[in-house]
């Protein structure tokens, strides 16, 4: 059975069935690409995030649980940095692309799923 990962189309990760029922809540969560594919997240402190530089990251609003930036540190990309995480924000990081090919899928396939809702600026 295929689940929805978003609420009317609204860009917030869903926990596991058995990350709930073992009680770990929402250390776990998945996020949907545009492809369909689903991909698996770890939540993280905000002291970690530098731990996991080549790592695709993903930063949340707590309340709302909207993606608020997704990359990671060694990304060349100075006109979206990774921000400052605030007290309101979470972290989460995926640990299972193999490689950094594998890794920039992921990060496009995610990138347009989950801010595909967002009109893009004029550049």
Do not use: C
Not at 14 to 29: C, I, N, Y
Not at 74 to 87: V, Y
Not at 97 to 106: H, K, P, V
């Amino acid at each position: 059975m295929q689940y929805s990962l978003f609420d009317d189309r609204l860009p917030s990760g869903r926990s596991p069935r058995v990350s709930e029922e073992l009680g770990a809540g929402s250390q776990f969560k998945y996020w949907s690409g545009a492809s369909g594919h689903r991909y698996l997240f770890t939540r993280i402190s905000p002291e970690e995030v530098s731990d996991y530089a080549e790592n695709l990251v993903l930063i949340t609003d707590k309340k709302s649980e909207a993606v608020v930036w997704l990359g990671f540190l060694g990304m060349s990309n100075e006109k979206t940095p990774m921000p400052a995480l605030k007290p309101s924000q979470g972290a989460y990081v995926h640990l299972l692309a193999e490689d950094s090919a594998e890794r920039d899928r992921a990060h496009n396939d995610l990138r347009t799923g989950i801010f595909s809702y967002i009109k893009q600026e004029d550049e």
